[in-house]
């Protein structure tokens, strides 16, 4: 059974050996993203897509699905040793509403920072609420009592009809069987 301290270790760990973020992380965009080596050898689609995503009007949370690189993790140097990767990439989706999630797009995570959240989820934007046009003011209403109830408890032992008698001076409260041989 793991500890608290063992999760938030583990999960500590496990943030720096993946370049500061973990699967399910808000990101978004940094603002000089556009200028990267990596979006210049990309195609205009892409980079329209990332330019919309960077636009202040766009509210939707974009989240980390995977983190990879496109070499193996470890690779074995001549020595002996392992050498880590050189490059990190984010696969980064659109959370189009709580659960659905679209248009995936692999970027290195040199172009990404994080929107810490703490341990609360992400905000639920603007454009995926739905507004309510339910428009109830409360009304002072009065309370009628139609029947004469006594709502007070009382402190006093009330026999119910059928019910079984309790003595607590016999073995059972006095409701044991009696055998017969």
Do not use: H
């Not at 330019?51 to 766009?58: L, N, Q, R």
């Not at 509210?59 to 193996?72: F, T």
């Not at 339910?134 to 009628?144: D, V």
Request: overall charge neutral; glycine content about 8%.
């Amino acid at each position: 059974m793991e500890t608290k301290f063992d999760v938030l270790f583990e999960n500590l760990l496990e943030r720096y050996q993946q370049g500061g973020f973990l699967i399910g992380d808000r990101v978004r965009f940094k603002k000089d993203a556009l200028k990267s080596d990596f979006m210049k050898s990309k195609g205009q689609n892409f980079i329209d897509i990332v330019k919309s995503c960077m636009d202040p009007g766009f509210d939707l949370n974009l989240r980390i699905s995977a983190i990879k690189s496109i070499y193996p993790t470890t690779t074995q140097n001549y020595r002996g040793g392992t050498e880590s990767p050189d490059k990190i990439y984010a696969d980064v989706i659109v959370e189009y509403a709580p659960g659905l999630y679209r248009t995936p797009m692999t970027v290195p995570i040199e172009i990404l920072e994080l929107q810490d959240d703490g341990i609360n989820t992400g905000p639920v934007p603007d454009s995926i609420r739905r507004k309510s046009k339910i428009n109830i003011k409360p009304e002072k209403t009065e309370a009628e009592q139609s029947a004469d109830f006594d709502i007070n408890l009382q402190n006093k032992n009330v026999q119910l009809p059928g019910g079984t008698k309790w003595n607590d001076k016999e073995p059972g409260a006095g409701n044991m069987p009696k055998k017969k041989y």
